[in-house]
């Protein structure tokens, strides 16, 4: 098992490609872990070597107690790279991947050839909910929240089909321990990066789901492609998780954006 100590904890990654290649580093949602960039994987590695790793609480990652924050997320990512000895890389992050990615772009700039931010925000305007899941997967487990959760994954017509990208993403919510989830929800709870978006000057591309009911364009990606100068937006008729949804369409978007 890939394993590298970074941060204080060991993480799990999986580097693939040549050598010769720049490298892509890809970050999952809450409660998901590296296989959720599989197809994206393969399909970016001829032209990047791609770097897959499971957050903080996630996958194979140690998952100590207490609440994260999208500072501490981001430095996770910076330290494995330091450790892995990967100087600057592109870097693509869906949902709270994404809130890694803009703090990456504001605070690590020189590190950056390419940010794309899918289904993300820069801050929620209602918390609460979040705080309300933190609390239930520390009371009553991961079983008591993971429907709810998976049916906001996906559109609607895609989530009663059923199909085996559903049965997927369902396991691996199921899988994930309660304190890593918790200690992300906290980490997305507390994440406003609003006042920094200015500050974001590596080439950025905006990703949206018209049919994303947690992170949709109003209110959360028209902010970023508003605030981040430049950014390019690409919408796609999916959920939240729109690389399961629209596999390929994700990443014709994202190799059209990030090579050049």
């Known amino acids: 098992m890939p394993l590298v100590h970074a941060a204080n904890l060991l993480h799990y990654y999986r580097l693939e490609g040549s050598e010769s290649k720049p490298v892509m580093i890809l970050s999952h949602c809450l409660g998901q872990d590296h296989g959720l960039w599989q197809q994206q994987s393969l399909d970016l590695m001829p032209y990047f070597r791609v770097l897959r790793y499971d957050i903080r609480g996630h996958g194979a990652t140690d998952a100590p107690w207490g609440e994260y924050t999208i500072e501490q997320l981001g430095g996770d990512v910076l330290a494995i790279a330091d450790a892995l000895g990967i100087g600057t890389f592109a870097f693509c992050g869906l949902s709270i991947g994404g809130m890694i990615g803009q703090w990456l772009g504001s605070h690590a700039p020189e590190r950056l050839t390419r940010l794309v931010l899918a289904n993300t925000s ?14 239930t997967v520390l009371d009553k487990g991961m079983g008591s929240v993971s ?6 994954f996906f559109s609607a017509p895609f989530y009663e089909a059923n199909g085996p990208s559903v049965g997927s993403a369902r396991a691996v919510l199921l899988a994930t321990n309660e304190v890593g989830y918790a200690g992300g929800c906290a980490a997305i709870r507390d994440h406003d990066e609003t006042a920094r978006l200015g500050r974001i000057k590596v ?26 100068p430049d950014a390019k937006v690409v919408k796609l008729n999916a959920g939240h998780v729109s690389n399961l949804e629209l596999p390929e369409e994700f990443s014709k978007a994202v190799i059209e954006f990030a090579v050049s």
């Open 122 to 135: 820069a801050k929620l305007p209602v918390t609460t909910h979040m705080e309300e899941r933190r609390k």
């Open 147 to 152: 429907e709810v959760v998976v049916q906001r």
């Open 203 to 228: 080439p950025t591309l905006v990703i949206s789901g018209d049919h994303d009911i947690g992170m949709p364009w109003e209110g959360h990606s028209d902010v970023l492609a508003c605030g981040i």
